[in-house]
């Protein structure tokens, strides 16, 4: 019986004639979870992982670990049709392992927003919905399309987009922030660094002037705001002189979800104010 839904799963890839209705899905990071419920598939998810907690309904789904980490065990167990996972963060020997022992593991590894539109996409192939991937996709290519018209013209913004406090951890030009960064009209001051997520000095800020900063963190309990607070004293800095020291979810900047889209829009909102965005 597995060897016939195999057969059926990579024939829908290449035809997309498969009854989406009868797989049973398990994804392996939050940002598939979120691609799957956005392409009406929410129902077929079987097993997500521990951090899946958008939208709401896959909060109350099986968890299968974390996409670090993954409960192999726990998978075997729900004996899902299709596996998605993401190169970017699941593990090379779990996936080895799970597709020795017959399970469909299909991979993603979107590197920038174009990516993420693409790979849902593939993503709505796969599972037999291809005009939802392609309304999704177009939906949101509009949008995206309404924010680089509004920005195309004006004075690009400097930015510093700080993910983490202790140590001050940035971005460089490799990462899904700086594409917004970049798409939103605003230059990220630490894209040319050389590590992807580059540990950057007070004084580096200070020297760099920022006009904007951008505080993006999963953590919680006032952590976030104290991120904020201790820019203050800095009154040099141009962001901080003019108050321009903003806190965005995390979710909506370093997932490859359509929720990304969401994130270009809030951070075009930070950098131009004085745009009409009706």
């Not at 230059?187 to 540990?199: F, K, S, V």
Request: net charge positive.
């Amino acid at each position: 019986m597995r060897a016939i839904l195999f057969f059926c799963l990579f024939f829908n890839f290449f035809c997309g004639l498969i009854n989406a209705q009868s797989i049973k899905i398990v994804s392996l990071a939050p940002s598939i979870t979120e691609v799957v419920f956005a392409l009406g598939l929410g129902n077929e998810l079987i097993g997500v992982t521990t951090f899946s907690n958008y939208p709401y309904k896959a909060r109350t789904l099986p968890k299968i670990g974390t996409y670090t980490h993954l409960n192999l065990e726990k998978i075997i167990q729900l004996d899902p049709d299709i596996i998605i996972g993401t190169y970017d963060g699941n593990r090379e020997y779990d996936i080895n392992i799970l597709r020795k022992l017959g399970f469909y593991v299909y991979m993603t590894n979107p590197r920038n927003i174009k990516d993420t539109l693409n790979m849902i996409y593939h993503v709505a192939v796969v599972l037999g919905v291809p005009n939802k991937g392609k309304i999704l996709k177009y939906q949101l290519e509009n949008r995206i399309i309404k924010v680089i018209n509004k920005v195309k013209f004006l004075k690009k913004v400097k930015v510093f987009f700080q993910i983490n406090s202790k140590p001050i951890i940035s971005v460089n030009k490799n990462t899904f922030q700086n594409d917004l960064i970049r798409l939103a009209g605003g230059i990220n001051i630490t894209e040319n660094e050389p590590i992807r997520y580059p540990r950057i000095s007070i004084e580096e800020v200070i020297y760099k002037k920022p006009e904007v900063i951008i505080i993006s963190s999963m953590q919680k309990g006032g952590i976030f705001e104290k991120m904020r607070d201790e820019w203050l004293q800095w009154k040099s800095i141009p962001a901080v002189k003019n108050h321009r020291i903003y806190l965005v979810n995390s979710d909506i900047v370093d997932r490859a979800s359509p929720r990304l889209v969401k994130g270009l829009e809030v951070i075009a909102h930070l950098l131009h104010p004085e745009v009409n965005w009706r």
